[in-house]
Every structure is written in C-alpha cells, then in structure tokens.
C-alpha cells in the first residue's frame, strides 16, 4: 500500500530535550515536505527536499533541523525544543514539485 | 501577495443538505488549486483538485470550480452526511519550486443526523 508513514504519532516532552520524528514513504517520491498545522493558521512548511542530499528552508523553519539522506526518509529534528513547538506536525510527500502531495497521519507534539 | 482564505468555521448542517465552503486565493499566474479533507484524528487526504482555469475537480459527491474571473475554488456538495464532517482545507501551489502548498486556514464541517 503506498504511503506515508511518521512516528511517533503522540510524543510528549520537556523543554531542551532534543527529539526527532521520523517520516518514510514508500512511492519513491522525489519532493518531501514537513508542515506544522496550528488553529486558525492551517498549514505552514517547515522543511522541504526536493531530492537526496537537497533540502530548504520553509516559511517557519527557526528551530527545526532535517536531513534526507535516503530518498525514502525525512526525519525532523527539534535540537532543543520549546513550548511554542507544540503543534501537530505532517510529513507530505509527492513525485514532483508540480504533483499532489500525499501526507503521514500526523504526530501531536507536546513540549512543556 | 499569496494567500488562500476561506470562509469561517465551524459549518454546521443537517443531514441531506447543501453545503458550500468559500475559498479565494491571491496568485501571480494560475497555480493548481486542491481541497484537502481531514477526517478526525487522522492526516489530510487530497479530495479534488483542479489544474487550470474552468477546470471542475469532483469526488464522493463533492464538486470545485476554478473560477479565474473571481480568484474562486468554493466547495460543494448536494447533499452532505454524517460521515462528511471533517476539516476542509483549500490549498494551492506555491509559485516557487519549493514542493509547498499554501493552505487557507481550514473550516470545520459538522454534519448532524
């Protein structure tokens, strides 16, 4: 079945720790995105790669690391996370620039 | 600028009536333009999208219309069910290569029995 997948799903936390959830697709999809959703604000990218080894900057990336040395993975880093990082995140992947994106189920942050 | 805005939630409707979700966009060019739903407790799934102006994208009973003229892409369906209420996301491309999508802010669509 073609999907995306992220883990973990829920992830509560501490100010400073640092965490990392993973996102993997199976659709060998060139572009990978990362988006915060927070109410009233819908979606925001955080993170893009267009392909292995080539990622960017979104439009709310302060705080956020990525990497993307597979084509399938795209973990997201939170080196030192803050409350403000409390958010529902999704990964989205799609085969080009210019196709529909396909989304993981989403992890709920918490960071206290 | 580009930005997408759509119509305030949440909606609130009986069962077998006509819904409508407003959605305009701001654009240089004529970006793809797609409805995403979010089921609760669950990602977003893409629902139609349409690709260039006049186009009409349709599923489940739900229908779109890229309208140039008025910068438009509302969301329709005849008659709703219980099992439509979601969140309703319009999006479009972004102008640049950068694999994004510009999402309006969501509207919550409940459906009662």
């Known amino acids: 079945e073609a999907q995306v997948t992220q883990n973990p799903r829920y992830l509560i936390t501490v100010t400073g720790k640092k965490l990392t959830v993973t996102c993997s697709q199976n659709?060998?999809?060139?572009?990978m995105s990362w988006y915060r959703q927070d109410p009233g604000l819908g979606l925001r990218q955080i993170y893009y790669?267009?392909?292995?080894?080539?990622?960017d900057k979104g439009d709310v990336p302060e705080g956020y690391k990525v990497s993307r040395k597979e084509k399938r993975n795209f973990p997201l880093i939170l080196e030192s996370p803050s409350p403000n990082q409390t958010s529902l995140y999704f990964c989205?992947?799609?085969?080009?620039?210019?196709?529909?994106?396909?989304f993981g189920p989403g992890t709920r942050l918490t960071v206290l | 600028g580009n930005s997408v805005t759509q119509m305030e939630g949440p909606v609130t409707l009986s069962e077998e009536a006509f819904l409508t979700i407003n959605c305009t966009y701001t654009?240089?060019?004529?970006?793809?333009l797609f409805w995403y739903v979010q089921y609760p407790g669950e990602g977003l799934q893409l629902l139609l999208k349409?690709?260039?102006?006049?186009d009409k994208g349709s599923n489940k009973g739900f229908e779109a219309t890229y309208r140039k003229e008025t910068t438009s892409f509302h969301l329709e369906k005849g008659s709703v069910q219980v099992s439509d209420s979601a969140v309703y996301f319009c999006?479009?491309?972004?102008?640049?290569?950068?694999?994004?999508?510009?999402f309006g802010q969501g509207t919550t669509l409940q459906v009662k029995p």
């Open positions: 659709m060998n999809h060139e572009y």
């Open positions: 349409a690709t260039k102006a006049d």
């Open positions: 989205a992947s799609s085969l080009s620039n210019w196709n529909e994106q396909f």
């Open positions: 790669s267009m392909n292995v080894e080539v990622t």
């Open positions: 654009a240089t060019g004529y970006p793809s």
């Open positions: 999006a479009r491309h972004g102008s640049s290569n950068t694999g994004k999508l510009i």
